[in-house]
């Protein structure tokens, strides 16, 4: 536009050349830290328009309107004048961006009507000139400091597309102090990328001459780099710090150098039970259990850290609500650059579990072990027992059939000798003694027989078969028994009376050869669901020898006999009991049964 008179006034009032002239096509936006400064930059801006007799419109709070009123008035401009000509409006800022604000939202259409009408307004102020216009916002400002960021962003858009249709110079204004934190860089820039020119503060544009701005912008970036490295290398401490701080198998949390929490994860929160705000400050030495404080394993194992760099550990640690777990504790001591010792790391986890498999292993190792002595010892009784009843059986066989039958074949053989020479009488006696002889023969390998089983239990039952035997023991061993047993005492399923049978004769075996009584008695009982066999004698009782201290599972170690009655009653879950004094023992085996195998009335 061609330049009208300018008075005096107006030529010491020219724009110095960082702030666009009032007649510049484009958006600018001035950033600030000091009111005056502002204030002298808009006086020059507005002031020249008025100067070259074109409008300016201010938009600004009610501190900045009067400060530029006040400010052009003292430089020779008739403010009052140009507001009655129509080429200076003044509006707030508030009040003018309610008019175009609904709901918290702007309105473009309402935007356009409103500022539209107001620059208009001012175009026509002189008739059939065309002026020029100048326009200061603040109205973005208060949008940025109330937090509208992305209003206030809209909003530096809403003028740019009103420029398109209207011939207007504009200039925005931000206090620098809005972009002091790190994350404002970016709304920084999205901020002067809405603009056509951006002005520094006073303190670059106060810089005489290009060499002092060339200076200044060398040191910025020298800066501007150091302050990069600066934010990286705290970005990455927050990202490893986000990272502990996530991690959850893991307490990991630091100490102060007395041994206070100063950090806390979410991994610390889990195992030990601590919120953060519970045990920042306190001790570390309070998750541990009173045996360790006692012994003051909490300090030792700092010196520890801070003797040898680190220190390793588990043990039992205690949660905030009392109950213990097993951790693996490393604890490491930290050191400045200058070597300085500043605290320490903690790192703990809740190895509770891995040490209950291990000990579940540890102890399935020991049940093994132990269950392979018992086979072991269960093989040698096995070995014993069938020596012990192969001598038995050779005893038996030896002592009665043996004689007999070497007495039968001597009375054969003087029968073969005296053939023709004995009288009939002194044949027939020698036959007849032959064939007592293999009568009783028969009588002995029957009674072996019986002794290894006794058909008697397997057709009539455990109570003909005791009788049975009872009858025999006595005539052969000299010992008075009686047999108590109830009439209707019922059949038991045939392992069980056969177990029963191989105690009862183990039992007996046991008061002929050391009891030393003259009697014993037998009773067999049902008694609550469990069939009970008690043998009683009255002899001189059990050997010190084979008293509680020398027992194994509870049954007195008197050799292969009782343990193989012992195994019996175990293979049947029953059990075998030995009651003993100096006036007798008392065996009392005991199996229990299925409700089905069991009739009323058999109880004792």
């Keep these: 536009m061609s330049a009208r008179t300018t008075s005096s006034e107006s030529a010491k009032s020219a724009p110095s050349p960082q702030f666009p002239k009032h007649d510049h096509a484009g958006h600018a936006v001035q950033f600030y830290k000091e009111d005056s400064v502002l204030l002298a930059d808009l006086g020059r801006f507005i002031g020249s328009a008025l100067a070259a007799g074109d409008a300016g419109i201010v938009v600004a709070t009610k501190v900045h309107r009067d400060g530029l009123a006040s400010l052009l008035n003292s430089r020779g401009f008739d403010v009052e004048k140009a507001s009655a000509q129509g080429r200076y409006i003044a509006l707030d800022a508030a009040e003018t961006l309610s008019k175009f604000m609904v709901e918290g939202q702007l309105n473009r259409a309402l935007f356009n009507e409103v500022i539209g009408r107001v620059i208009l307004q001012a175009k026509s102020a002189v008739p059939g000139e065309e002026l020029s216009v100048a326009v200061f916002g603040e109205m973005v400002a208060l949008l940025w400091a109330d937090g509208e960021v992305e209003t ?22 931000y206090p620098m102090n809005s972009f002091s934190r790190e994350q404002d860089s970016l709304l920084f820039e999205r901020v002067c990328q809405a603009h ?13 001459n290009d060499e002092q701005r060339l200076r200044n912008i060398a040191s910025l970036q020298q800066k501007a780099e150091a302050l990069q490295d600066k934010n990286n290398l705290r970005d990455s401490e927050q990202r490893f710090r986000h990272l502990v701080e996530a991690v959850r198998d893991y307490a990991i949390f630091m100490l102060d150098t007395e041994g206070r929490v100063i950090t806390w994860n979410l991994g610390a929160e889990r195992i030990k039970g601590y919120a953060a705000s519970e ?13 360790d404080l006692r012994a003051g394993k909490p300090q030792n194992e700092l010196e520890i850290a801070i003797r040898e760099g680190r220190v390793e550990d588990e043990g039992w640690r205690v949660r905030k609500d009392g109950s213990k777990f097993w951790a693996n504790v490393v604890i490491t001591a930290l050191r400045d650059d200058a070597g300085s010792h500043i605290g320490f790391t903690k790192v703990t986890r809740d190895n509770t579990e891995r040490m209950l498999v291990l000990k579940a292993l540890r102890d399935s190792r020991r049940e093994l072990h132990d269950s392979e002595d018992s086979l072991r010892r269960l093989s040698l009784h096995l070995l014993r027992t069938q020596d012990e009843e192969r001598r ?30 004995d009288t009939i009488a002194a044949r ?50 000299g010992i008075q028994t009686s047999f ?10 045939r392992h069980v009376e056969t177990a029963i049978f191989r105690v009862l004769q183990e039992s007996l075996t046991n008061v002929h050869r ?29 050997p010190s020898q084979y008293s509680a201290e020398s027992r194994q599972d509870g049954v007195p170690v008197l050799g292969v006999g009782l343990r193989g009655m012992e195994e019996r009653m175990r293979q049947l879950g029953g059990g075998l009991e030995l009651l003993s004094s100096p006036r007798g023992t008392t065996v009392i085996a005991s199996v229990p ?3 089905s195998t069991i009739t009323a009335g058999n109880s004792a």
């Design 152 to 173: 206030a962003i809209q909003l530096e858009q809403l003028w740019n597309d009103l420029a398109k249709s209207l011939d207007f110079s504009l200039c925005c204004a």
């Design 196 to 208: 056509t020119l951006v002005i520094p503060t006073e303190s670059y544009t106060a810089l005489e």
């Design 279 to 291: 045990i920042i400050g306190q001790h570390f030495s309070r998750f541990y259990p009173e045996e």
């Design 392 to 421: 038995r059986i050779g005893r038996d066989l030896h002592d009665s059939l043996g004689q007999t039958l070497s007495v039968l074949k001597m009375k054969l053989d003087s029968l073969a000798t005296s053939v023709g020479s």
């Design 428 to 477: 027939n006696q020698n036959i007849a003694v032959c064939a007592n002889l293999a009568e009783d023969c028969i009588k002995e390998v029957r009674t072996i027989a019986y002794l290894l089983y006794p058909p008697m239990l397997e057709e009539m039952g455990l109570k003909s078969a005791i009788s049975w035997y009872l009858d025999g023991f006595s005539k052969r061993s």
């Design 484 to 493: 108590d047993i109830a009439a209707d005492f019922s059949r038991l399923p």
């Design 514 to 542: 050391h009891s030393g009584s003259k009697v014993a008695h037998v009773r067999l009982f049902n008694r609550g669901g469990t069939t009970v066999l008690e043998v009683i004698d009255e002899g001189h009782g059990l």
């Design 593 to 595: 049964l299925e409700p």
